[in-house]
């Protein structure tokens, strides 16, 4: 049964499902390098959580720098120190997680990337003119 | 006399009231140790007499809203608030959950969003491949609604698996609502036997019976019984706009690596004979390097002035293999422009069915 043929899956084609599940932020109670933290908490959270319903939210209060931890539905998770940044800086971070899919960072080298055969075909020379082709 | 086993008396409840089973109490099978599921009338052929001896009741609306899991997937999945997050729990509850014998599963909801899916997904592919061989069509179709394919649905959706025990949950005091936003199913039993009562024999055996959910099906059957709750409390339509978004258009499957012809050259010839058609020629069109350790011969195969393939090879007998087989996925891949689907009636009522290409079949070697 294994050996049968699964689709592949491609998000974005038909329907889209966003790809950041959950969302921790996490703080210190009483270190100075939660300061932007508790107050991004304290300020931002409310309004980000109703404008974001596709994501959970999870506070937890651990000593230590704070952080803020995407999971992914790909099972990865990403993880960014937010020490001594204000909550604007906080605000970018929450965004970067937000918006990532998870995925390990890669370099692209190429302008398409596609699983799709291209429609063009590839070069032949073959297929050209034979007064044009090149003679040995 | 009739002999049964409980097995096959359950299964038939399951299966003869898939759409009632979405309103009522579940009828499948969740056996604790050794303990009978069904209460076992005195006649046992009077299969009208069977019943639960226990009754789950469905998660309450007000704990299913205490769930952010819950919400966050209804949210993600564009459900909108028409769907109560306490079907979304029982969707996510398996027919072997821990839980089962507390809350309703999700065994009939995912029995009848299972048919839906299959419906939508073989019309969708019967009329855009009119020519595929079944045998082809049906492995199109089975690589869309087949369990790896739902599940790997599932994880993309972000559907969590519950992993922690009762014990953990104890332990750690958890509240229950966080698990509904899980999908809840038991991953293994030491033992689901129920004995045979006497003057039964059992049809199944107990390896089959005592097959524990896998990952796979769980979750399959979370996908298909969510789609299930779509049709309940939204409509079929909003069902059917969501399996086509969700199962159909963003899979992707190479249906032409599925297509295998022993004999290219043959089959081509018997279809150009069927179709009226001038027999098939193959013709070089192009080589290079015949006497070299690497040669390349492009062969066309004509029908008349007509190039119905082609195909490039290391041999002449390859190249022409090859476009033989060039023209036949050609052929069987035909797919028509502007096509309907039957159910596109459903959509609006007004919409008048055009009747869609229906083929000669596949050829006869």
Not at chain 1, 32 to 54: E, T, V, Y
Request: hydrophobic share 35%.
């Amino acid at each position: 049964m294994s050996s049968r043929l699964t689709a592949k899956t491609l998000n974005g084609v038909g329907s889209f499902v966003h790809q950041c599940k959950r969302v921790t932020l996490r703080y210190s109670n009483w270190g100075g390098s939660s300061n932007g933290m508790r107050a991004f908490i304290k300020n931002n959270l409310k309004d980000i959580a109703s404008q974001n319903p596709q994501i959970e939210f999870l506070v937890e209060q651990k000593s230590g720098h704070p952080l803020i931890r995407g999971d992914y539905v790909n099972g990865r998770d990403k993880v960014v120190c937010v020490r001594n940044l204000d909550p604007n800086e906080i605000m970018v971070k929450f965004n970067l997680t937000k918006n990532s899919s998870g995925a390990k960072l890669k370099t692209n080298n190429k302008p398409v990337e596609s699983i799709n055969e291209s429609v063009r075909g590839i070069w032949s020379p073959f297929h050209i003119d034979p007064q044009f082709r090149h003679k040995v | 006399m009739l002999r049964v086993s409980q097995r096959l008396v359950s299964s038939r409840v399951g299966v003869s009231s898939a759409v009632r089973a979405l309103s009522t109490s579940t009828a499948c099978l969740s056996f604790k140790h050794s303990q009978r599921v069904f209460n076992t009338p005195q006649n046992r052929t009077d299969f009208g007499s069977y019943s639960l001896n226990y009754n789950p009741i469905p998660i309450p609306e007000s704990e299913a809203n205490l769930s952010p899991a819950l919400h966050a997937l209804r949210s993600r999945l564009q459900l909108t608030n028409e769907y109560p997050l306490s079907t979304l729990g029982r969707a996510l509850t398996g027919s072997k959950s821990i839980d089962g014998e507390k809350y309703v599963n999700n065994a009939g909801m995912a029995q009848f969003g299972k048919n839906l899916i299959n419906y939508y997904v073989t019309e969708h592919f019967l009329v855009k491949y009119p020519r595929l061989p079944t045998k082809v069509l049906n492995e199109v179709a089975y690589a869309h609604f087949s369990e790896s394919s739902l599940s790997s649905t599932s994880t993309l959706w972000g559907i969590e698996v519950n992993n922690s025990t009762i014990i953990d949950s104890l332990i750690s005091a958890e509240s229950e609502q966080l698990r509904f936003g899980k999908l809840r199913f038991a991953k293994q039993f030491e033992d689901l036997t129920s004995q045979a009562d006497e003057g039964i024999i059992e049809l199944t055996t107990k390896d089959q019976r005592n097959r524990a959910l896998g990952e796979t099906t769980a979750r399959a059957q979370a996908v298909q019984a969510i789609i299930a709750g779509i049709y309940a409390h939204r409509g079929r339509q909003a069902a059917r706009e969501f399996i086509i978004n969700h199962l159909i258009k963003n899979k992707k499957v190479d249906i032409d690596t599925l297509l295998q012809f022993p004999q290219a050259t043959r089959e081509l010839s018997r279809l150009c004979t069927r179709e009226g058609l001038e027999s098939p020629v193959s013709r070089l069109l192009a080589e290079t390097g015949r006497n070299s350790a690497a040669p390349v011969f492009i062969v066309g195969v004509f029908s008349g002035n007509n190039k119905l393939g082609e195909g490039q090879g290391a041999s002449l007998r390859e190249a022409k293999t090859r476009a033989a087989v060039n023209a036949l996925k050609g052929w069987y891949l035909y797919s028509p422009l502007d096509v309907q689907v039957p159910s596109i009636t459903e959509a609006d009522a007004n919409t008048q069915f055009k009747s869609v290409y229906v083929d000669k079949g596949t050829v006869v070697i």
